[in-house]
């Protein structure tokens, strides 16, 4: 059963030109649009499935619409054209720690994340003690993340998401360079052990990294984006060694 | 009706996730000190002082209880300005989490609204300190959030249009500031429109803040039931309003990720 259907899905996106977004240039260009829009195709036909419990990965250069794609495919950017199916709870995960406010302590961030990534504040309350565990930041948990380190700031995001995931139903998992939490090598260490765990599940991944080790190591698949369109879909190491070249 | 089904769940969950960002959003405005809430105060409190010291001198004493038909119409208007006018940049300044999560953008419109009705309670408390002091009968309060829902559903309506503006057009909430300003001349804060006929009588006929702070001060302040017209208009205002900006919102959310 395919679990994601991509069907020869476009996407253009309108570039933004400086001072045509304000009220007068809106009223002027209705009577005279002197400055042309200009419109920068970022995916094109593009076409594939996911199956259940698959892990397929993609890969390309910068600006090679691989963001793009998994949004369309989260349904954050609506496609121009073409048609993504959805067979089940999807989460899009492009950073860890999103929702994380400075001036609230690190207490009031676990609870505002985890509502922002689905969850409910008893839930959240449940698996409370096990995120400032594994954050290894129990004496800290009154204290504005202001006053948080760089890494600190990166063990909290991380156990926040990585827990709230794991505690809620999730069938596609949609993760956009998830991998490097900015802490410590200890810290790294057990993190990636985490997501990894998360990853072999059984859950549907759709992994987009620049790091050609952790998709060559977890994919099942790899699709090579090259300027909104795809340039090979394949075996892991056929891809990534063509690609690396 | 399946359909009806799906928008009141959907409202349900953006309203639970609301109420957790706007709480956030309270605490990060008042850095979780009970003196962070004074600021709340003084805005009303200097502008009382000042239009209390014109009005009194203009109307010598002549409208009763003008300091409570002040103060009500000031904080009344200031809810609906400081909603609308933060609403405009909304969605932009949450474009982290709309690019990032996937997450419904009218959350952000509700939390806006939600903090703001933390602040107007306690602008409320304000005003029923100078009912007491004023010896007016406080009982008539009991009233205020049956308006309240009225005037709650009309600004998140124009919310949720000016929020939905304000991806397209980014200096929205400059034009806004004016146009707010003018309102608030016409409507009648801090003057009493005693001949209907006038001109200024005239415009405010179809001002829904002369019918909302009609409502309220009449039924708060002066005991006095509303006439059917009023009543019907504010409920009126506030259901097409909201449902206007609704529509007008949900044509547009599929497209603010990519526009700002």
């Known amino acids: 059963m395919n679990k994601i259907e991509v069907k020869n899905v476009s996407k253009v996106f309108k570039a933004k030109i400086k001072g045509k977004d304000v009220a007068l240039s809106h009223l002027t260009n209705f009577f005279h649009d002197d400055k042309k829009n200009t419109y920068i195709q970022v995916l094109d036909d593009i076409s594939f499935d996911v199956k259940q419990g698959e892990i397929l990965g993609i890969i390309g250069r910068n600006g090679s619409g691989k963001t793009t794609l998994l949004q369309v495919i989260a349904g954050v950017y609506s496609s121009d054209s073409g048609l993504v199916v959805r067979n089940g709870e999807t989460v899009y995960l492009t950073s860890m720690g999103v929702g994380i406010m400075d001036k609230l302590s690190m207490k009031d961030n676990i609870f505002l994340a985890g509502a922002l990534m689905g969850m409910s504040q008893k839930k959240i309350k449940d698996i409370y003690e096990e995120i400032v565990e594994f954050s290894g930041l129990g004496d800290f948990v009154d204290m504005k993340v202001s006053q948080f380190s760089k890494g600190m700031v990166g063990r909290l995001g991380f156990s926040i998401s990585i827990f709230c995931l794991k505690n809620r139903t999730t069938e596609i998992l949609l993760l956009d360079e998830v991998f490097g939490s900015g802490a410590d090598l200890e810290f790294e260490t057990k993190a990636i052990s985490k997501m990894e765990e998360l990853i072999k599940s059984g859950v549907t991944v759709v992994l987009v990294s620049h790091s050609l080790e952790m998709v060559g190591k977890y994919c099942d698949r790899v699709i090579w984006l090259d300027k909104g369109k795809i340039r090979e879909i394949g075996q892991p190491k056929d891809v990534i060694s063509r690609y690396a070249k | ?260």
């Open chain 2, 1 to 260: 009706m399946e359909r009806i089904k799906k928008e009141k769940s959907r409202i349900t969950t953006v309203f639970l996730l609301s109420y957790q960002l706007a709480k956030a959003n309270f605490k990060v405005k008042n850095e979780g000190s009970y003196l962070g809430i004074i600021w709340y105060l003084l805005n009303p409190i200097s502008y009382f002082v000042v239009l209390l010291f014109l009005g009194g001198s203009i109307y010598n004493n002549s409208v009763q209880y003008y300091p409570a038909y002040l103060l009500l119409g000031l904080i009344m208007f200031n809810f609906f300005l400081s909603v609308t006018g933060s609403s405009s940049s909304v969605i932009s300044g949450n474009k982290g989490y709309i690019k990032s999560i996937k997450i419904d953008p009218l959350t952000f419109v509700f939390a806006n609204v939600l903090t703001n009705i933390f602040s107007h309670a306690i602008e409320i408390l304000l005003f029923i300190a100078l009912l007491l002091y004023l010896k007016i009968n406080i009982l008539f309060m009991l009233f205020y959030p049956l308006i309240f829902i009225f005037l709650c559903l009309f600004t998140t309506g124009i919310s949720l249009i000016f929020a939905t503006v304000g991806v397209y057009i980014s200096d929205w909430q400059n034009i806004w500031k004016v146009l707010g300003s003018l309102l608030w001349f016409v409507t009648p804060v801090f003057y009493v429109i005693k001949k209907s006929k006038t001109p200024i009588g005239q415009i405010n006929y179809f001002n829904p803040f002369f019918h909302f702070l009609t409502v309220a001060r009449n039924i708060i302040i002066y005991e006095k039931p509303p006439t059917t017209f009023s009543v019907l208009g504010i409920i009126a205002f506030g259901v097409i309003a909201f449902l206007v900006g609704l529509y007008i919102f949900n044509r547009k959310a599929h497209s603010f990720a990519e526009n700002v």
